[in-house]
């Protein structure tokens, strides 16, 4: 049986204010000719299909355009919903969408509906569990108000579910954070009562647990010592959602699961519309570099961290005439910046607004004004005295 996970298309986001709309759309065309050639039996998305729980109207008409592509390829697609999906409007439409061969599993009443695939060596059963807001679900499952609770309860539903069907190679969708993951700083906090993650071991008695909500691809340790527990992968997103995730390789996992449910996972890298690269150093200095060692930053997305003790004039301007896709611009003055407690003590010893200023326009710019600009505020400061003397 072969399986292609993925999760985490965050259709409708942007990095920065720039659109990856159209570096979706190739995606999700690479991913359906990767599953073409690879004679997948279903393709499996751990939810978080867009970005937001109203997505944009181009967001909707990509998905759509791409399930259809499915549908006409006859290759099924099962699909939870994320924290970042409406689970309504995620699923309008499921028990039409299934004769297509779409199967969307967007509530708790899903869970125990699998999608059943035979191959030459039985059935195996795919499970949806849609992401679980203990708030919104613990009656319904009788669990206690923790993301553990709820999932445990979940896949304790899809266990007894599929010994009832006489199945024992089990694959389960979900969209959870588990314990001793890697996340990225482009992730929703799920945390509930101050706890987000649930241990890999709620889904003993599965042979695949297919993952989304990490952006990083990562394999989770899910069985005690000397004994084989489930296959627990997070596939991560196909894109970079931000800088933190320059340094991951987007990929898919393509699964292949034997008659003994023994499982083999296959990275598969997705296509790159753009590398992310951070940089740090003096304005002038970078921009030095840019016809040098730094020459490849022109295609890249950049984020820049200047350490110039004085801000320099119009740096972002500047910086795009050598690398037009600088995104982020980030200030770290060498020697760092004074601290908080310093800062509250020289504050407390004055009380001229003048310098008060000044000290304003020595942390916003990384170094004290000149005496232009100490006269300009000192001028400001006379101004506002006389009107407050003239209200």
Same mark, same amino acid.
């Given at each position: 049986?072969?399986?292609?996970?993925?999760?985490?298309?965050?259709?409708?986001?942007?990095?920065?204010?720039?659109?990856?709309?159209?570096?979706?759309?190739?995606?999700?065309?690479?991913?359906? &000719?990767?599953?073409?050639?690879?004679?997948?039996?279903?393709?499996?998305?751990?939810?978080?299909?867009?970005?937001?729980?109203?997505?944009?109207?181009?967001?909707?008409?990509?998905?759509?355009?791409?399930?259809?592509?499915? /549908?006409?390829?006859?290759?099924?697609?099962? @699909?939870?919903?994320?924290?970042?999906?409406?689970?309504?409007?995620?699923?309008?439409?499921?028990?039409?969408?299934?004769?297509?061969?779409?199967?969307?599993?967007?509530?708790?009443?899903?869970?125990?509906?699998?999608?059943?695939?035979?191959? &030459?060596?039985?059935?195996?059963? @795919?499970?949806?569990?849609?992401?679980?807001?203990?708030?919104?679900?613990?009656?319904?499952?009788?669990?206690?108000?923790?993301?553990?609770?709820?999932?445990?309860?979940?896949?304790?539903?899809?266990?007894?579910? /599929?010994?009832?069907?006489?199945?024992?190679?089990?694959?389960?969708?979900?969209?959870?954070?588990?314990?001793?993951?890697?996340?990225?700083?482009?992730?929703?906090?799920?945390?509930?009562?101050? @706890?987000?993650?649930?241990? &890999?071991?709620? $889904?003993?008695?599965?042979?695949?647990?297919?993952?989304?909500?990490?952006?990083?691809?990562?394999?989770?340790?899910?069985?005690?010592?000397? =004994?084989?527990?489930?296959?627990?992968?997070?596939?991560?997103?196909?894109?970079?959602?931000?800088?933190?995730?320059?340094?991951?390789?987007?990929?898919?996992?393509?699964?292949?699961?034997?008659?003994?449910?023994?499982?083999? /996972?296959?990275?598969?890298?997705?296509?790159?519309?753009?590398?992310?690269?951070?940089?740090?150093?003096?304005?002038?200095?970078?921009?030095?570099?840019?016809?040098?060692?730094?020459?490849?930053?022109?295609?890249?997305?950049?984020?820049?961290?200047?350490?110039?003790?004085?801000?320099?004039?119009?740096?972002?301007?500047?910086?795009?005439? =050598?690398?037009?896709?600088?995104?982020?611009?980030? $200030?770290?003055?060498?020697?760092?910046?004074?601290?908080?407690?310093?800062?509250?003590?020289?504050?407390?010893?004055?009380?001229?607004?003048?310098?008060?200023?000044?000290?304003?326009?020595? $942390?916003?710019?990384?170094?004290?004004?000149?005496?232009?600009?100490?006269?300009?505020?000192?001028?400001?400061?006379? &101004?506002?005295?006389?009107?407050?003397?003239?209200?």
């Amino acid at each position: 049986m072969r399986l292609v996970h993925t999760s985490d298309w965050h259709l409708g986001r942007t990095l920065h204010g720039e659109s990856l709309l159209e570096h979706q759309a190739a995606f999700l065309e690479w991913l359906l &000719a990767e599953a073409v050639a690879r004679q997948a039996d279903a393709v499996l998305v751990a939810g978080d299909i867009y970005d937001r729980a109203v997505p944009p109207v181009d967001a909707v008409a990509l998905l759509d355009r791409a399930l259809r592509d499915f /549908a006409v390829a006859r290759i099924p697609v099962v @699909i939870t919903s994320g924290n970042h999906d409406s689970a309504v409007r995620l699923g309008f439409g499921a028990r039409l969408s299934e004769l297509a061969g779409i199967h969307l599993r967007t509530c708790v009443a899903d869970i125990t509906r699998p999608i059943v695939l035979g191959d &030459a060596d039985g059935d195996v059963a @795919i499970y949806g569990i849609p992401y679980l807001l203990p708030d919104a679900v613990m009656d319904e499952l009788g669990a206690a108000r923790s993301h553990e609770s709820v999932l445990a309860a979940a896949v304790a539903r899809i266990r007894a579910d /599929a010994a009832g069907r006489g199945i024992s190679r089990v694959v389960v969708a979900a969209h959870a954070f588990v314990t001793g993951a890697l996340p990225s700083d482009s992730e929703r906090d799920i945390r509930v009562g101050g @706890i987000g993650d649930a241990p &890999a071991s709620v $889904f003993d008695g599965v042979t695949y647990a297919a993952l989304g909500h990490l952006h990083g691809q990562q394999a989770i340790s899910a069985g005690a010592a000397g =004994k084989q527990g489930p296959v627990v992968r997070y596939s991560g997103s196909p894109l970079a959602f931000s800088f933190s995730e320059r340094c991951q390789v987007k990929s898919v996992t393509l699964t292949e699961i034997d008659a003994a449910g023994r499982v083999r /996972a296959t990275q598969l890298p997705a296509p790159v519309p753009r590398p992310l690269r951070e940089v740090r150093g003096k304005l002038d200095d970078l921009l030095a570099r840019a016809g040098g060692d730094l020459a490849a930053l022109a295609g890249a997305w950049v984020k820049v961290v200047l350490t110039d003790t004085v801000r320099p004039a119009a740096p972002m301007e500047r910086l795009r005439e =050598k690398w037009p896709h600088t995104l982020v611009l980030d $200030f770290a003055p060498e020697g760092g910046l004074i601290a908080a407690e310093a800062d509250l003590a020289r504050l407390a010893e004055t009380a001229d607004p003048v310098t008060i200023c000044g000290m304003f326009v020595e $942390f916003t710019s990384g170094g004290p004004p000149d005496e232009a600009q100490r006269a300009v505020l000192r001028d400001a400061v006379e &101004a506002c005295s006389r009107a407050e003397a003239a209200a």
